[in-house]
């Protein structure tokens, strides 16, 4: 086999002993093969010298597809892209004034819970301003109470004294006119 084929083997040689050379910088002159080999093809994929032939290949055909197909679905994903960049705005936008209003209520709900700390601060202190004056008004009636008391004594004691003034005069008579 190897009779009939002689030219294509050494090509396979030589093809492998290029691609299994370490990769090197490329030289001016594979650069301008390069370039080129790349300018016979136009955008469509299809072969500078196969337009003018009439030849186009099943291969050609099929690269020129995958490309269209990869061109749209890069201008799709762009495209992707951008709808969901323009989304997740407007979607942040959107939780930004969700934020702002839970501040808002949060604002609304704090002063609304100072105010009833306040108010119950104030009932307690009222509460116990009740407390403390209930004591005190116990504490009033109860002198009130002693000093009635007292009174009642004091009332008792002038009435005592005073039948005990008008015995020692009465007596002070009787001695009187015995020695007399």
């Known amino acids: ?29 594979d650069k301008n093969y390069r370039h080129e080999r790349l300018s016979r093809y136009d955008s469509s994929g299809e072969s500078a010298t196969d337009k003018p032939l009439g030849r186009t290949s099943s291969y050609t ?22 709808k969901m960049y323009a989304e997740a ?7 930004k004034s969700r934020l702002q209003d839970s501040k808002q209520e949060l604002v609304k709900i704090r002063s609304q819970l100072e105010k009833v700390t306040q108010r119950h601060d104030r009932i307690s202190e009222r509460s ?14 109860k002198r009130v109470s002693d000093m009635e008391e007292e009174l009642k004594i004091l009332t008792e004691l002038k009435s005592d004294n005073q039948r005990l003034k008008d015995e020692n005069g009465a007596l002070i008579r009787v001695i009187s006119k015995l020695s007399k």
Do not use: F
């Open 1 to 29: 086999m190897s009779s009939y084929y002689p030219r294509t083997k050494d090509l396979t040689r030589t093809r492998k002993s290029v691609t299994d050379s370490p990769p090197s910088s490329p030289s001016p002159t």
């Open 61 to 82: 055909r099929r690269e020129t597809r995958l490309a269209a197909l990869n061109r749209q679905e890069q201008d799709s994903t762009t495209k992707d892209y951008k």
């Open 89 to 95: 705005l407007h979607e942040n936008e959107r939780l």
């Open 128 to 141: 116990t301003v009740l407390e403390s004056e209930k004591r005190e008004k116990q504490a009033l009636e």
